[in-house]
């Protein structure tokens, strides 16, 4: 229990240095975690060109590039499941420092890949360890810290993911001279190394005073189930919100995945296009390319950080539930807005908005997913809201590809015969733009689940 007085200081100023210690822990575990994600967004396409047998179909490679993908996330789906369970039956320190062994070791092993499959097999145990992080890093500050000061720290925490994507853009900005059939390989090390030091870290971390009181009432109880799925779905007060709570991440995670994270699909052509207009050689468009991609990431990455702490803010004045509604309906907005209007590199601006109102959204997962469930089973409860999602989003980058080249194919059999290569190009873009709009329509999703999840704002964590 806080004191009274501790409510009248701002909460950062209540902590002692061990609960410093464990959000600076857990705020770096999940920060190196995001960075790697972003690194592999933007490595991931030359990777593949690099892999790929000579001579390979450009549209082929464009397939590959999804497959990639899509097995990274659902090994990050699997991943959160697991490991959410395992972090609640063995501690969530002990576990944490598995999952960033885990991916920090797999993705330097990713730059060392000698073709297609062994690449798919490293981003797949990769996507194990990324997954297992967020569920954990979230108990462990939910379980460590004072009442009082958990959401607004766990909306930090959350905040805090948005600076290991800029270091990701800001690293692939420092690399874009270089050739990109082997500046992926350093992306991937570069990935590697911050994290290890987070292991070394965590050596000194302990788990949670109320994790060691809740093993110790289980046992007592005749061992009641920590950690456990059918403890999860057996009890009906902790199966709706774990079945509500899965379809409200469903929601954002899709949003983010399946769309906001292929905005680059659309800047590439248009900053290919002013690049060209310039007169440059072509490896100097290659080079502008890069480094415009890792701009753009940039930029959207500095609006979800805003949007995080604004998301914050407002949760803890209006409620959880309130602010999540204007959220989704801000992204879904705001995803159209861009996908219909960006243009040129001018409009870059128009992502760091999207980045804001999409990425907002996240700092309410972190924040209201423990409110949910007890500590027996919060790493499962928030890991498996926030993970099962990502099976969905896994199939993202098949279903915006196959509903592009529908909507691409049936535009294109629209044009005259005489249409050419320039025209055929600008209907299948125009397609894309299509797609990802109606894909949008995802933010819905949390908006009809809402009505049916409690508020707990001000109510104590459940036991």
């Known amino acids: ?138 108990a462990l500050v939910a379980d460590s810290l004072p009442d009082h000061a958990r959401p607004k720290a766990l909306g930090l925490l959350q905040a805090l993911s948005a600076v290991g994507n800029v270091t990701a853009g800001a690293c692939a900005m420092a690399l874009s001279g270089m050739d990109p059939m082997v500046s992926w390989k350093y992306l991937f090390l570069i990935g590697a190394a911050p994290a290890f030091l987070c292991i070394f870290i965590m050596i000194r971390l302990k788990e949670p005073a109320k994790w060691v009181a809740a093993r110790a009432a289980s046992r007592e109880a005749g061992g009641k189930a920590m950690g456990s799925y059918g403890s999860l779905f057996g009890e009906a007060q902790w199966r709706r919100p774990a079945i509500l709570g899965m379809i409200l991440c469903v929601s954002g ?79 879904f907005a705001v995803t159209i807005f861009f996908y219909k209007n960006f243009q040129t590199k001018a409009d870059i601006w128009m992502t760091g908005l999207m980045g804001f109102c999409q990425l907002g959204i996240f700092a309410g997962f972190a924040i209201y997913l423990p409110e949910l469930f007890p500590t027996r089973l919060r790493s499962t409860g928030v890991s498996f809201c926030y993970n099962v999602g990502r099976f969905i989003a896994a199939t993202g980058p098949i279903t915006l590809g196959s509903l592009q080249k529908m909507l691409g194919d049936k535009a294109i059999a629209a044009l005259p015969a005489t249409a050419d290569a320039v025209a055929k190009a600008d209907a299948q873009l125009t397609a894309f733009r299509d797609a990802a709009c109606w894909l949008a329509c995802i933010y819905f999703v949390g908006l009809i689940v809402l009505p049916f999840l409690p508020e707990t704002k001000g109510r104590p964590m459940p036991e």
Request: net charge positive; hydrophobic share 55%; glycine share 12%.
């Open 253 to 331: 995670v899709v949003g983010l995945w399946g769309v906001g994270f292929f905005s680059g699909a659309l800047i590439g052509p248009a900053i290919e296009k002013a690049l060209r207009a310039q007169n440059l050689s072509p490896a100097e468009i290659t080079a502008g390319k890069q480094w415009w991609t890792a701009a753009n990431l940039i930029v959207q990455n500095i609006g979800a950080f805003f949007g995080m702490i604004v998301f914050s803010k407002l949760a803890a004045i209006y409620g959880r539930k309130i602010i999540f509604a204007g959220g989704f309906l801000a992204a």
């Open 1 to 138: 229990m806080s004191s009274p007085s501790a409510f009248a200081l701002p909460w950062y100023r209540t902590l002692s240095s061990n609960h410093w210690f464990v959000f600076t822990v857990a705020s770096l575990a999940w920060l190196f975690d995001c960075l790697d994600q972003q690194l592999f967004i933007l490595a991931r396409d030359n990777a593949i060109k690099a892999l790929a047998a000579p001579g390979t179909d450009a549209l082929v490679l464009k397939q590959l590039s999804g497959w990639a993908q899509s097995i990274f996330v659902a090994g990050w789906a699997l991943g959160g499941l697991i490991f959410g369970s395992v972090g609640d039956r063995i501690g969530r320190a002990k576990t944490l420092s598995l999952t960033v062994l885990i991916y920090s070791l797999c993705t330097g092993l990713s730059a060392f890949a000698q073709d297609i499959t062994q690449f798919m097999i490293y981003r797949a145990i990769t996507g194990l360890g990324v997954g297992g992080v967020f569920g954990l890093a979230v």
